[in-house]
């Protein structure tokens, strides 16, 4: 394959992956990846991002650590540490990341690792959330990059769990993400809600917004999203739900979010920094 007809196939691959055809993405990247050329690197990290969009986490976390930078492994490691209960894992790998990309003179990607980085902290220490926040929104500056933006905007949300006006700032992101044609992030802003949900015990929302991620994710894609919620509102996964692999098992990632919400109700007097 040539350097020619490997780009419009790479890009392809990556537009299929948006509009949720996973398999046809997963195709389009393996064309790439053995073709050898420059972009054979992404390839392998959309590779590693089709398994982990599927749940199947040790596959790519094993692919993540074959990608080296040209791949983003630091951002793959990051995406699926955060997915099993460790924000703050994630963080560092974000982090490292960031400062690769700073190296690399990629404004673009410092500012999504960024976002992400966030995101996870959003989770676990709202504080230091702020100070993240405010940092990708700098990096930002100048940028076109209306998916980063928004993870930025769904980690604000996360950081403000609890607060009466996550609602109203949640159908407003899910307006934009239908107008923008982003809708294969609307996954990642349900559970932003869920865990907002979970954290103020509201059951019935909690069990609605289950509802409209089992719905999204019918066709596998983020269908471990479900999960998560499930661990946050401590419910059983029904019987029949495709169960992803598990870094350290149902189990253990279970009872790290529930620890998760716990510790947040603990700080909900004092979420946002004053």
Known sequence: MTA???????????????IGRTEDSRRGYQQVAESGGRLAQAARRGLAQAARLTGDFPTALAAAQTLGWEGRHQRVLGDLYWIQGEPQRAAGAYLAGRLEAEQHAKAGEAAHTQAMRALALAFVDPRQADDEIDLAEQLLVGLDLRATTINAAIAALIRDAGSPDVDDRARHLRTELDVAGLTFMTPTLELAVAFYQAVCNDRDALDATIGRLRQQTSDGTFAYYTDIAYFMANHTVPTGHTQPRWLDGERATRIRWQAIVTARRDLLPNTRPR
């Open 4 to 18: 020619r007809w490997q780009l419009p196939l790479y890009y392809r691959a990556k537009a299929l992956r948006d």
